[in-house]
């Protein structure tokens, strides 16, 4: 199983970018690294996904390098409505064992 | 834009007593997720679904916990006896399972369930 590491929480201000670093020494070949944002007394919500180099939405970029040991997921220009915990998960899904989101980054954004 | 229903959106009981709830995933979504959130800490995965078959149920605690998908659409969680330390949030998924790898899970705004 591929554990994740994150951030604790981060703090930030209305509209700079920001950067959340996930670590996940033991990805799997076939496993992909998705983001997910969860406010408070809500489910998660999909951000992004990808398995290796560069994507980007209209709501966010995942860089990944070429080994994808590593994810950092970009939020640029945040508002105080980002303020909410992101979770890196890691897994290909087939089996409900693998799916395993971690403590997630809890984002504050300030004024 | 088609959500996740669950219902009820919050409930409080006596330890010892059922519970039960309800999910309805959205119209076409395979693959149905349960997951309990405890405050401060991320959703752990209890039952995977696909149709009405469970694909993976390792995580859920048999001896009072159990779930159902009859007909491959809406889904029921129980707990009997429910225990102090069920207390959290149940949280209910569903997905289209068109690409195993790169499932997308679309999540509903939960059932916060406090044990007294």
């Known amino acids: 199983l591929a554990k994740t590491t994150q951030p604790i929480s981060m703090d930030s201000y209305e509209g700079q970018e920001v950067n959340i670093t996930c670590s996940h020494n033991?990805?799997?070949?076939?496993?992909?690294i998705t983001w997910y944002q969860q406010f408070p007394s809500q489910g998660p919500r999909f951000i992004i996904q990808?398995?290796?180099t560069k994507v980007t939405n209209e709501v966010a970029s995942l860089f990944i390098p070429a080994d994808r040991k590593s994810s950092t997921l970009s939020l640029p220009r945040v508002s105080l409505s980002d303020t909410a915990v992101y979770y890196c998960?890691?897994?290909?899904?087939?089996?409900?064992?693998?799916?395993?989101f971690g403590s997630g980054t809890r984002l504050s954004i300030r004024p | 834009e088609a959500e996740v229903a669950q219902s009820p959106r919050y409930k409080i009981t006596e330890k010892s007593q059922a519970v039960a709830f309800w999910c309805d995933p959205i119209?076409?979504?395979?693959?149905l997720y349960w997951y309990r959130q405890i405050l401060g800490q991320g959703p752990e995965l209890l039952v995977q679904?696909?149709?009405?078959?469970?694909?993976?149920d390792s995580q859920l605690p048999k001896d009072r916990f159990s779930a159902e998908r009859l007909k491959g659409v809406d889904s029921t969680l129980k707990i009997q006896p429910a225990e102090l330390g069920d207390s959290a949030m149940y949280l209910c998924?569903?997905?289209?399972?068109?690409?195993?790898?790169?499932?997308?899970?679309?999540f509903g705004p939960g059932t916060r369930l406090t044990v007294l």
């Open positions: 998924a569903s997905s289209l399972w068109q690409e195993i790898d790169t499932d997308t899970q679309y």
């Open positions: 033991n990805i799997a070949t076939n496993d992909y």
């Open positions: 990808g398995y290796k």
């Open positions: 998960l890691v897994g290909d899904y087939s089996s409900a064992s693998k799916i395993i």
């Open positions: 119209s076409g979504h395979a693959t």
């Open positions: 679904f696909q149709d009405e078959s469970v694909v993976d």
